[in-house]
Each structure stands twice: as C-alpha cells, then as structure tokens.
C-alpha cells in the first residue's frame, strides 16, 4: 500500500532552516480521531523520517515541522501533515504546534564537525530546542521525547551508561557541548512539568543515511580511504532507534536519559565488513591516533584559510581516534531496544543505497 503525501512537501535537510514561512494555520485536532498525535521535528532527516514511518506504521498521525520551499526528501510519498515553522523561530512554533499533542518529537539538529559552523550549531542545538520545550510546555505536550548523542556525556574511558557523569560541558569539540547544552534545556523543561525522555543513540546505520557513516561507502568504492581510524564504537540500527523513540512515550522514565548501544567493533572491522560487501579490497592501514589527530588538525588550519570544510577537521579526527561505547542495559529492559549484528546494520543500509542508485 502506497502512502500518500499531505499538502506541502518538507524539507530535505534534519536541520530546520531560519525561515519559517506561516502560510498556513494550526493544524486541528480532530475529537473524532482517536489516533495518538505526534509532532516531529527533522522529519527528512536519517532518523527522523525512519521515526515518521515507524510512527505512522504504528498508526500515529503525524505532524512535522516543515520550512517555506523546501523539497519533500525522504519523505516523499508518505502520509505526514506539514507545519510550517523552524525550531530557531520561537514565534512559528507557538502559531504552528497544536494543543494537547500525545508527543513532540524533537529530533532535529546540527551535527557540524567544524569550527566555521559553531555559532550556527549552538544557535540551532541550544537555542531551537529551548523553543521546542517552551512551546511543548504553552501548548501541554503530553511527552517531549527528544533525540540527543552518546557525545552529550563526552568522552570517558570506560562504556558509557545513564550513571556516567557528562563533562561535555566543557568539551572544545562544540558538537559535544551543544548537544550536552540542548539537554539542559530539556532538563529545564523536566523542572516546569514536562514529561521528558531523552534518547541516546551511539552511531547509527540503516536504510536512509546518505551523509553519516553511510559516506564510508562511498569512499571504499572510491579508493578513497587512506587510513583507518583506530577507534572503537557501538552501533545502532536505525529502526531499532525510531521504536526506542516511540517506546519512550509510555515506557520511558519521565525525567530520565536511554542510551542506545549495540555490538562494540573497531573502525577496522567496520570497513573490512562494508569493504566484503561492496567487494572492494580495503589496503589501508589502521592510522595511529596521534597522526591521524595531526591530519585532522593541518586539514582545519588549511579550512580557516580557503573557507573550505575540511574532508576531515581536527574535531572529527579526535572523536574517531578515539573509542566510544555504549551500554544500553536499561534501554532493552525498558524499552525493549535490541542491537542488531554490524553485518545487519550494514548489509541494509547499503541495500537501500541501492536500491536509490546512489551506490
């Protein structure tokens, strides 16, 4: 059964842009419709339009936040009702976001790795999930699930659970710190009686994803990896995240964080799996740390001087030459997340790559 599009396309892009775009009223909620209101923010992202099948497959209606223009994405062809507004824009959200909704789905934000783009990270990271929690808690949001990262606790060690302590608050690396900083203001509106659930997810693959991990594809088919980083991660399926994300509405502890792990790999095993699937030959070398750390940090001196972004920036390179992984005990008990074998989350998101003859 083919689902079909509703109004407006929206935006291609997770991150909502600056124009809001108020063609439109608020959306009604109809008495007669007893099905469970959802609003979603980053809606054509990677993880917001897998959130918006799953929603609209568990027969959720669904409304996501759409800007002025912008092309429907991965969207296309599914029963979702734009609104239009920007989450930068406080004033679109409190005309555009209905009363009473069943949950808000804050999913949108800026995953910069650059220091060009920080004030701009911070303005949408912070500053657009500020507006989301003030409108959720004007218009009496029943649940305010929002997507943060594993990068909200920093960097530790030793697997990170809900118990670790974060210190990215004092983290250089700004996608660190503005995702740590967009929690406090989930935690504010925790305090002034919303129910929140924060989510957070470690790295993801599956069907979808074009600019994430995904991009290791491409650069294999391409010859174009050069060094391996030496680092080791937990990974999630995507699918698995969007439920955790739905689960979260009435199983999640009000107030409380969910981390989402999976099975811990090295970077190495990784491109050797996608390498066997793309059947290439993968001839690079795991890349020492301190090296690969150097690259990173002549490729952002080089940036500041052209104006180009790096392939990769000096905070891309010390977050991948290191390792970071996850425990997710809570989130299966609760939530009833599952990891997914790498291959698995692999072999999908490839398959879909695919099949959009991308690959």
Request: proline residues 6%; contains cysteine; hydrophobic residues 40%.
């Amino acid at each position: 059964m083919r689902i079909t599009f509703i109004q407006d396309p929206l935006p291609s892009d997770p991150v909502e842009s600056t124009a809001a775009g108020r063609t439109r009223g608020t959306p009604t909620m109809s008495p007669g419709d007893a099905r469970k209101t959802a609003f979603l923010t980053g809606a054509t992202g990677f993880v917001g339009s897998n959130l918006a099948r799953e929603l609209l497959a568990a027969g959720w209606r669904v409304l996501a936040l759409q800007r002025a223009g912008s092309p429907a994405g991965k969207l296309e062809g599914q029963a979702v009702e734009p609104v239009p507004g920007d989450i930068t824009d406080a004033a679109s959200l409190q005309a555009g976001m209905p009363r009473d909704l069943d949950a808000v789905f804050h999913v949108a934000g800026s995953i910069n790795m650059w220091s060009r783009g920080n004030a701009e990270q911070t303005r949408i990271n912070v500053g657009g999930t500020a507006n989301m929690v003030d409108a959720a808690l004007a218009k009496g949001a029943r649940a305010f699930v929002h997507t943060s990262t594993v990068s909200a606790y920093g960097r530790h060690p030793v697997p990170i659970s809900e118990a670790t302590v974060s210190n990215a608050g004092s983290s250089w690396i700004n996608y660190e710190k503005s995702k740590w900083l967009a929690e406090e203001e989930v935690r504010r509106g925790a305090r002034q009686g919303l129910r929140t659930v924060i989510i957070n997810p470690c790295a993801i693959f599956g069907p979808g994803d074009t600019h994430g991990w995904a991009q290791f594809f491409f650069l294999l088919k391409d010859g174009k990896v050069k060094g391996i980083p030496p680092g080791r991660l937990t990974f999630n399926e995507v699918g698995e995240v969007a439920r955790a994300h739905i689960a979260a509405v009435d199983r999640g502890r009000a107030g409380e964080n969910y981390v989402l792990g999976g099975y811990e790999t090295s970077f190495e095993e990784m491109l050797q799996t996608m390498a066997g699937l793309l059947g290439v030959e993968l001839k690079a070398k795991v890349m020492p740390a301190p090296v690969l750390r150097l690259v990173g940090r002549i490729n952002s001196m080089v940036a500041a001087v052209t104006g180009r972004p790096p392939e990769i920036s000096h905070e891309m390179a010390t977050m991948i030459s290191l390792s970071m992984i996850c425990a997710s005990d809570r989130a299966e008990r609760e939530l009833g997340y599952r990891k997914v074998p790498l291959r698995q989350c692999l072999g999908d998101s490839l398959a879909w790559l695919r099949e959009q003859k991308l690959i």
